[in-house]
């Protein structure tokens, strides 16, 4: 069996690329995955898949032509406040997958938000219409228990994720603290002044060594090499595409203060104290689903010295995930799988 799978992929996105080598992870041994990227030569050797350019028309349906199943592989694809097109450009693959009559399958999906009445009215054509749905949040089965659609419920895919060891991160001074800061208009310039400003007196005071890791260098890169130079010797820029990896680096880490949802989730599911930096209802409904300390961006606070002393009270005396929670979410982020098996292998 030969399954289309369509997500950010492609475009450098640890977080998107996560989702991807999971999915690939999970799909049973006997389909053939076809992969729509933004780089297919690059999701071609990263991951050993036959891969097709996502932005060209023909080849996308030629591609749908070739297959038997569909796959909106994990993510906020269907949401309308970053960008008005990606529901429409991702629900209309699945329009066309459903209308060839292939099997199709909405897996490990952050539904919303959905500002306008027109994205709503897709989505709910487009989820159901689907052979099998998995979400991995109560907001968008909260939407789905809405809109009558039937679906499963597991935390994201990405907790289990298998992670890999990173080479030479041993060699690095200890202990070490992650920071995964992106491009956002919530991270205005004096907000970043002031994260930074927190950030060089957090060090100083538990001697710490910075982990600076862009998840997606188009948005992260500039960021970090921002922030580095106030944290000469003490710090290191640390740039890995490989999603294992990505994740392998929380191994050796003590804490992450993180933006980035998939920072947090690799963090939390190695063992890692996290504190969130939210810019996005994902963020904040990971943080109430496992208590996770944090700040919304827009209501960070303005004196660097309380962020700082509050990382620190944190960094001290703040719990990890324990290994039974880390392990129960890890199982249940199993049942993607499990709904993957039922919706290709059933005849």
């Known amino acids: 069996m030969r399954v289309l799978l369509s997500g950010y992929y492609g475009k450098g996105n640890g977080g998107d690329e996560a989702l991807l080598a999971t999915l690939l992870q999970m799909l ?19 991951y050993g898949v036959e891969a097709c350019d996502r932005m060209a028309p023909f080849t996308v349906l030629q591609a749908l032509r070739s297959c038997d199943a569909f796959i909106w592989g994990g993510g906020s ?28 399958i909405a897996w490990g999906q952050g539904i919303g938000p959905l500002r306008r009445s027109v994205t709503r009215w897709l989505a709910q054509q487009n989820f159901g219409g689907c052979t099998k749905v998995s979400v991995r949040d109560r907001a968008s089965a909260a939407l789905l228990t809405d809109w009558q659609i039937p679906f499963i419920l597991a935390p994201d895919p990405v907790w289990a994720l298998q992670s890999k060891p990173v080479p030479g991160l041993w ?40 982990l600076l890791l862009p998840f997606q260098k188009s ?26 990896l990505l994740k392998g680096v929380f191994r050796g ?17 190695e063992g890692c104290r996290c504190f969130a930096l939210s810019y996005d209802p994902k963020v904040n ?8 300390p944090g700040w919304d961006l827009a209501n960070l606070p303005d004196d660097p010295n309380f962020i700082s002393t509050t990382w620190m ?8 995930l324990s290994s039974e929670k880390i392990q129960s979410l890890v199982d249940r982020a199993l049942i993607h799988r499990d709904v993957l098996s039922e919706a290709l292998m059933d005849d």
Do not use: W
Request: hydrophobic share 40%; with cysteine; net charge negative.
């Open 28 to 46: 049973p041994p006997s389909v053939t995955p076809v992969v729509l990227s933004g780089n297919p030569e690059e999701t071609n050797s990263r």
């Open 253 to 269: 880490v003590e804490m992450a203060i993180g933006m980035r949802l998939h920072s947090l989730i690799m963090a939390a599911s």
């Open 171 to 210: 060699d690095l001074p200890a202990p070490r603290v992650a920071v995964t800061l992106r491009t956002h208009p919530q991270l205005t310039q004096t907000r970043l002044a002031n994260l930074t400003r927190a950030l060089v007196d957090f060090q100083k005071a538990t001697q710490t060594f910075i």
């Open 77 to 104: 694809l269907i949401q309308d406040t970053t960008s008005a097109v990606s529901p429409f450009y991702y629900g209309l693959i699945m329009t066309l997958a459903q209308k060839m009559g292939l099997k199709t």
């Open 219 to 244: 948005e992260d890169l500039e960021i970090a090499q921002a922030i580095q130079p106030q944290l000469k010797d003490v710090s290191k820029i640390l740039c890995l595409e490989e999603p294992e």
């Open 313 to 320: 009270e944190h960094y001290a005396n703040g719990d990890p």
């Open 285 to 292: 409904r990971l943080m109430e689903d496992l208590d996770m």
